[in-house]
């Protein structure tokens, strides 16, 4: 037989150390931006979409385009650097937004593609509406936050 006693007091101990952490989610949420831009950034290098496909290659017409500006770089949106750059995350104590592009470089076209521009998606958004996370990205977010709260358990 298996017998686990307990009292209020050791639950309420329990409750008050789980809402302690509850109310303070800056050290896990900064952790899970972290990763979520480790995560953009890999796939940059990679010129891969978040679930591991190949980004379609760049045409001629802008190789071309580029060298003719002097840009040497053939790597896939990263003319000048300035996407790449721009990725960063905002925190507030209970939201994360990650973000990319700047006003000369907006990031959505690149996302979702244009007639002009393919798809090269950076973050797990098949569309505007449509969030797809893979398990690496799931980890990336959940595992911060649980680490953080099983906390309140030791």
């Given at each position: 037989?298996?017998?686990?006693?307990?009292?209020?007091?050791?639950?309420?101990?329990?409750?008050?150390?789980?809402?302690?952490?509850?109310?303070?989610?800056?050290?896990?949420?900064?952790?899970?931006?972290?990763?979520?831009?480790?995560?953009?950034?890999?796939?940059?290098?990679?010129?891969?979409?978040?679930?591991?496909?190949?980004?379609?290659?760049?045409a001629a017409k802008t190789l071309a385009n580029r060298a003719g500006r002097g840009i040497e770089s053939t790597a896939?949106?990263?003319?000048?650097?300035?996407?790449?750059?721009?990725?960063?995350?905002?925190?507030?104590?209970?939201?994360?937004?990650?973000?990319?592009?700047?006003?000369?470089?907006?990031?959505?076209?690149?996302?979702?593609?244009?007639?002009?521009?393919?798809?090269?998606?950076?973050?797990?958004?098949?569309?505007?509406?449509t969030v797809d996370l893979p398990e690496k990205w799931e980890d990336a977010i959940i595992n911060p936050i649980a680490?953080?709260?099983?906390?309140?358990?030791?």
């Amino acid at each position: 037989m298996i017998r686990i006693d307990t009292n209020a007091g050791n639950v309420a101990l329990v409750f008050s150390k789980l809402a302690v952490n509850l109310a303070d989610l800056q050290k896990p949420l900064n952790q899970v931006g972290l990763n979520l831009k480790q995560l953009v950034y890999d796939g940059f290098r990679g010129e891969v979409d978040p679930w591991g496909q190949a980004w379609k290659p760049l045409a001629a017409k802008t190789l071309a385009n580029r060298a003719g500006r002097g840009i040497e770089s053939t790597a896939i949106l990263f003319a000048t650097g300035q996407l790449y750059a721009s990725l960063d995350y905002a925190l507030t104590s209970f939201e994360l937004v990650l973000f990319i592009g700047t006003p000369e470089r907006p990031a959505p076209p690149h996302q979702f593609g244009t007639g002009r521009i393919p798809a090269r998606p950076m973050f797990p958004q098949r569309s505007p509406d449509t969030v797809d996370l893979p398990e690496k990205w799931e980890d990336a977010i959940i595992n911060p936050i649980a680490d953080h709260l099983r906390a309140a358990f030791r």
